[in-house]
């Protein structure tokens, strides 16, 4: 589907020779046409004698369509029209539908919903697929494959969830001993954090984590290291953490779920629960990561401490 511009030739170079200084990238506009006659008009990233489609822009191929945003030459967020008239918005990786989008047939279907390496895949909305009154139908698909019996729905539900739900635990527990093995008296890494200081960037990524989660925040001395030591070490322990991934489907959780504002079981905002049982007075018993990462992959999960608390001494 996406394109890339093809780089000059490279000169043959002296090999005893001093590299030379890289160059800078130059995010340049404007415009192209391929040898197959697909035309490009947009931001584009030069660097040297490599030219990469990089930034908003519109790619035609024949038929097919591509509008949104490029990243090193691949789509990113945006639109694609296939030839046989389908549309789809939304996030790709790789080229392939992959996140969240909106994917229309042109005989009026629709789905809305969680998308991986080009199937669906997840929790989505279904529209239009059976006739009669009741044209919506929510549910689950597998790699792709989808049925709306009671049975097929069950069985699709409890194989995503295992599956999505073991890749969200193994993440966010290998967050928590991180955080566990890097605090200090003063509390947890600043990564795990959402920053409190003024600086430009610093609000910029506040910002960014109020739009996934509200607060109130825990106070960064309840992540303090002997504390946080303690409460992970329980990952282990003979009465281990109970530990569990939301998933907005009205189950019951421990904190507020209007604090979460992004939609779960779509990577991108999950929230993940440690709680500890038979905690003593003063010792931490609940905490809450949140995913804050912009990326639809748990491997680029980025943890933030939404809530921490300990039991009242």
């Not at 049975?151 to 193994?170: D, N, T, V």
């Not at 566990?180 to 200081?197: I, K, M, N, S, W």
């Not at 779509?266 to 929230?271: E, H, M, R």
Request: charged share 20%; proline share 5%; aromatic share 10%.
């Amino acid at each position: 589907m996406g394109k890339k511009a093809a780089a000059a030739p490279e000169p043959a170079g002296d090999a005893e020779k001093e590299a030379a200084p890289e160059e800078p990238a130059e995010q340049l506009q404007g415009d192209f046409v391929f040898q197959d006659g697909s035309t490009y008009s947009g931001q584009y990233l030069k660097k040297g004698d490599a030219v990469h489609l990089h930034g908003e822009g519109l790619l035609l191929t024949g038929p097919e369509s591509y509008e949104g945003t490029f990243e090193n030459g691949l789509y990113k967020v945006g639109k694609y029209t296939s030839c046989s008239g389908a549309v789809y918005s939304g996030n790709f990786k790789g080229n392939k539908f992959h996140g969240v989008g909106n994917y229309c047939w042109p005989d009026g279907r629709e789905y809305r919903g969680t998308w991986n390496n080009g199937d669906m895949h997840g929790l989505g909305t279904y529209l239009n697929f059976s006739v009669g009154a009741d044209k919506r139908f929510v549910g689950f698909s597998n790699r792709g494959q989808f049925a709306s019996g009671a049975r097929e729905q069950e069985e699709a539900k409890k194989s995503f969830l295992a599956e999505y739900g073991g890749q969200c635990i193994s993440s966010a527990s290998a967050a928590l001993r991180d955080i566990a093995a890097r605090a200090t008296g003063d509390g947890a890494p600043a990564e795990f954090l959402v920053p409190q200081g003024q600086e430009p960037e610093q609000m910029a990524e506040r910002t960014a984590c109020e739009d996934i989660f509200s607060g109130p925040l825990p106070e960064v001395s309840a992540t303090a290291q002997a504390p946080m030591q303690a409460f992970a070490a329980r990952l282990d322990a003979e009465v281990p953490l109970e530990v569990s991934v939301y998933n907005g489907l009205g189950g019951s959780t421990r904190i507020d779920g209007q604090r979460l504002r992004r939609p779960q079981l779509q990577v991108v905002g999950q929230a993940v629960e440690f709680f500890a049982s038979e905690a003593e007075a003063g010792a931490l018993q609940l905490v809450v990561l949140v995913n804050v990462s912009s990326e639809y992959d748990v491997e680029s999960a980025k943890w933030k401490i939404a809530h921490c608390e300990a039991v009242p001494a």
